[in-house]
């Protein structure tokens, strides 16, 4: 369901802040007891966190049913996140069989007995929330987050899929579904350049049979193969309520919501039992080398070695090690490989899953200095062998610890990624809060600990070795490839040939029933203070003291606007020069420097801004904040560093362009604003602007651009609103220079309505999008209100194209409209990745669904749903920093008084049906639109040419 996510590794906290674990600190802050269980739950723990520790309390409870039940309270802000987890991934499928996990999550969409068809995700919208599912190899997890008065709606949803799912499977819905998956296969995976990377190595690195040697989303062959009653035979199998937990955090009595859980969860009865796979470690007896000839431009090199599995005893030094070898600027793969220029990026990973952990050494080449991945190949091998000669320092065991525990508390600030790592931790470690255990075990993790795990699992140990090479140009690769995956054993699979049928189940009260809502609650917009400087600069601050960390963003006005169009990118490469080296500290140092604060400072460009990004722990604010001054004030601005980033950002424009997506932003782009503006080329410009960029006009640029009198600051954590400017004195001070940004020049009329085919060999979907120029954003006026009338037609899940084209026709994955809207520019957009076979047929729905709004709009049950959406929705806007943030930064990009949203909020409850539709009457018309598409020309172009259009051939620059 929504985009499909794979969870790489489940609790490696240096990578993941969102999945993070831990144990059972010693109880010292009590919480009050649940009393007057409901029959049949049993308490099974109650857990609390000792203040000198890092973790998440709550309670646990279980059902007669054999459901698990954890509870969180968070009363800082008023929603709930709701989070059933089963602990069934492709893992738990047969040979023949795969992807029924992944296909199940997009059946449990489909509606159950007494949820209609989407009507699940029509009442997570309408309740102004917003859910999704996700499947990996070992979990499937379903989740809300909603406004606290939903919460009864969603647990009565999650039970009504548990318990009432199969008579609603029917082979329809199936054979729809199938070709969803179909899209996002090719959407994710077969027209994306290296999206086959992961179901390469893991066929080769895994057995045959093994339940990692498939991938999560399987072979669309096994869908093909099989019937309805598989399906529901896998589902009556593993989605019982003891293979569940229920995860519920943020705004709740706990009485109340064990009441609810025993009516509506209580009466599903058990499924079969389940065990935990047996783990088993992995081992190659050769190194296995792969090719795969894709559709990209920079050759890709993977070297992937088995290792143990989450929470081994080696799985803490293991992850160490591959932070020392290839995690930023102080690894020593970036040292060897990306500052020498023998690769455009390079990192080393250590993902885990439930049974199994890799050990991944990955390099995308640099085709100026390495001309075949042989050298890469070398390079890694003599990497290895410094790292061994070199051992391990106190920087490396720090700058590791610090980080983890710097990303664990940044990934405690939501109520949605506690709850997700509860859920997680429960599944598979039978404890919810693993959160200090695990900062302990990483703190424990010594040197010689390092060095054992990689005596043990890589050094001279076999390994896959993958290259992914352009197509044609196998000569490239690492070493001819030795090993194919073995064809798969098909003769003992078998087909369900009874009827699978829902199981009985009965109830005290009608489960048909909606529940009811409680009062909406009161949302108030942060305080803030703000002020404004003598040098034009303003500063924004909000105090938040949920965790000990501080956010800030430092926004110069201009950015990519500023570029002479003729060295577009100038901008863009001007921060990545800022990211460089700085005067008194190497690249390494300064990193080195950041790390072991478990801090961060980023600089970028892009829109209309030149943007630095800081993220600290509250005790090391000042240090930090010291850096970031160095790093605004002494850039180095190094020919040798000038010449690498150049060499890399050629590389990367050269690999962007082989991702059809691209392209068509390209082209809309063109198409909109022209060949004479500045914003019709991409932030980073092409390669023909960035080849007339030269060090001094970097240079120049900073010392033009780089001022505080178009800038603001905005700072949000754990502060003193009154000692923070004291801290930032050094930009407050700051001497400012005024500069301009020039108006556009005349965007091109739009013409005729015509079909612009860019064209892309070898595509295998074809990328559409609908567009027409259109306002700049506006806060109440008639951008604002366009957005409103779009929401049913494209503007979420649910609405009238998405339903069409994906799930009645299973032309595409997905397929949206939207009206959008920056400070001076704005247009109607409607998009789809469609099926090669009905790219016209796509368009012609896309263009037919436009068409119907333009002339009937909207109807009332769409007008009340969008109100409610809207409007319920505000209790999900402020919880996290960087929410609180991202609001701070619109008032002031546009300008804004905080009291807009209250102004929104009267729009939406008064506007009538009349106005939008006569809003509809007036933009929609598809005559005024001009379509790109990016496709195989050969193959769709007969296509095109049905749809009554004229096709133009169209090309655009790189």
Request: charged share 20%; aromatic share 8%; with cysteine.
């Amino acid at each position: 369901m929504g985009k499909f996510l794979v969870v790489k590794k489940i609790v490696i906290l240096s990578a993941f802040a969102g999945i993070l674990a831990a144990c059972q600190p010693t109880s010292s802050v009590s919480l009050p007891t649940t009393t007057n269980l409901p029959e049949g739950i049993t308490l099974i723990s109650e857990h609390t966190v000792d203040k000198n520790q890092v973790g998440i309390p709550y309670k646990k409870y279980r059902l007669a049913n054999g459901l698990t039940v954890v509870l969180h309270e968070d009363h800082s802000d008023p929603l709930v996140r709701v989070d059933v987890t089963y602990h069934v991934g492709s893992a738990r499928e047969e040979v023949g069989k795969s992807g029924f996990a992944h296909f199940f999550e997009h059946m449990m969409f489909q509606g159950s007995k007494n949820v209609a068809d989407d009507e699940h995700i029509k009442l997570v919208t309408e309740a102004g929330g917003n859910m999704n599912g996700t499947t990996n190899s070992d979990r499937t997890n379903y989740f809300e987050t909603v406004p606290a008065n939903q919460l009864e709606k969603m647990m009565w949803l999650e039970a009504d899929r548990m318990g009432f799912l199969l008579g609603s499977v029917t082979q329809e819905k199936f054979e729809i579904q199938r070709e969803t998956v179909k899209n996002e296969r090719g959407q994710s995976y077969d027209n994306q350049p290296y999206g086959l990377r992961s179901e390469r190595n893991s066929e080769a690195l895994y057995p045959a049979g093994h339940p990692y040697s498939w991938s999560t989303i399987g072979y669309i062959e096994d869908l093909n193969r099989v019937n309805v009653d598989d399906l529901k035979a896998f589902f009556k199998r593993w989605y019982g309520p003891n293979n569940a937990v229920l995860t519920i955090g943020g705004d709740i009595q706990p009485e109340q919501v064990l009441k609810w859980a025993n009516k509506y969860f209580g009466p599903i009865p058990s499924g079969p039992e389940v065990e935990n796979a047996e783990k088993t470690l992995v081992t190659l007896d050769d190194t296995r080398f792969v090719t795969l000839e894709d559709e990209v431009h920079l050759p890709l090199l993977q070297v992937t070695f088995p290792t143990a599995y989450v929470r081994h005893e080696d799985e803490a030094p293991l992850d160490v090690l591959s932070n020392i070898l290839g995690a930023g600027k102080t690894s020593l793969f970036y040292k060897n490989l990306v500052k020498d220029g023998y690769a455009v990026q390079a990192l080393v990973s250590h993902p885990c899953q439930e049974l199994a952990c890799e050990f991944q050494l990955i390099a995308l080449a640099n085709p100026q200095n390495s001309t075949n991945l042989s050298e890469l190949y070398t390079r890694f091998e003599q990497t290895l062998a410094e790292f061994e000669k070199r051992g391990v320092n106190e920087d490396d065991l720090n700058r590791t610890k610090v980080g983890i525990e710097s990303s664990t508390i940044f990934g405690l600030q939501s109520v949605s990624g506690k709850v997700s790592t509860l859920a997680s931790n429960q599944t598979f470690d039978g404890e919810p809060d693993m959160v200090q255990y695990d900062l302990n075990r990483y703190n424990a993790v010594t040197a010689e600990d390092v060095m054992r795990v990689y005596k043990r699992y890589i050094k001279n140990k076999p390994s896959v070795v993958l290259s992914i090479v352009p197509k044609g140009q196998a000569q490239l690769a690492a070493k001819p490839a030795n090993f194919a995956p073995p064809k798969r054993n098909l003769d003992n699979l078998s087909t369900v040939e009874q009827h699978v049928e829902q199981a009985e189940i009965t109830d005290s009260f009608d489960r048909s029933l909606v529940p009811p809502v409680g009062p909406s609650p009161v949302v108030s917009v942060p305080n803030f203070d703000q002020q404004t400087f003598d040098n034009g600069l303003t500063l924004v601050t909000l105090d938040s003291e949920e965790t000990p960390t501080v956010s800030i963003s430092f926004n110069m006005e201009g950015g990519p606007l500023l570029d002479p169009i003729e060295k577009a990118g100038l901008a863009s490469f001007t921060a990545q020069m800022m990211n460089e080296t700085t005067q008194g500290f190497s690249n390494e140092e300064m990193a080195n420097q950041l790390a072991l604060l478990g801090s961060s400072i980023r600089f970028e460009a892009s829109g209309r801004y030149t943007t630095v990004r800081i993220n600290s722990l509250s005790r090391n604010l000042d240090a930090t904040l010291a850096l970031f001054n160095k790093k605004l004030f002494a850039p180095a601005f190094l020919e040798s560093d000038f010449e690498r980033l150049k060499q890399r950002s050629a590389q990367s424009l050269q690999q962007q362009v082989k991702n059809p997506s691209v392209l068509a932003s390209r082209a809309v782009s063109e198409l909109l604003f022209g060949d004479n503006n500045r914003v019709s080329l991409p932030d980073t410009g092409t390669l023909h602007t960035l080849n007339n960029i030269s060090l001094d006009d970097v240079k120049a640029y900073y010392q033009k651009y780089y001022s505080p009198s178009m800038a603001n600051v905005v700072v949000v954590g754990d502060i003193d609103p009154k000692t923070i400017v004291g801290s930032l004195s050094f930009l407050t001070n700051w001497s400012a220079k005024s500069y301009e940004i020039e108006d556009y020049a005349k965007f091109p009329e739009m013409g005729k309505p015509v079909i612009y085919l860019v064209d892309k060999p070898g595509a295998k979907q074809s990328v559409v999008s609908i567009v027409k120029p259109y306002l700049p954003y506006d806060a109440t006026g008639e951008q604002f209100r366009s957005k409103l009338m779009n929401f049913a037609l494209g503007g979420v899940f649910s609405s009238r194209i998405n339903l069409n084209l994906r799930e009645d026709k299973g032309y595409t994955y997905g397929a949206s409209t939207s009206f959008i809207g920056g400070k001076t520019l704005g247009w109607f957009d409607a998009s789809a990745d469609l099926k090669q076979d009905n790219t016209a047929d796509g368009i012609r729905e896309m263009l037919s669904e436009i068409s119907k709004y333009h002339e009937k709009g909207m109807t009332q049950a769409e007008l009340e749903l969008m109100r409610n959406a809207f409007t319920q929705g505000d209790a999900l806007e402020y919880e996290t920093p960087s929410s609180k943030a991202g609001f701070l930064r619109h008032l002031l990009t546009y300008e804004l008084d905080k009291s807009y949203r209250a102004t929104q909020n009267e729009i939406i409850h008064n506007i009538g049906k009349e106005e939008l539709n006569t809003l509809a009457a007036k933009v929609l018309d598809p005559d005024s639109m001009q379509i790109v598409v990016v496709g195989d020309a050969e193959v769709i172009r007969a296509q095109l040419a049905t749809l009554g259009r004229e096709v133009v051939d169209m090309t655009v620059e790189y």
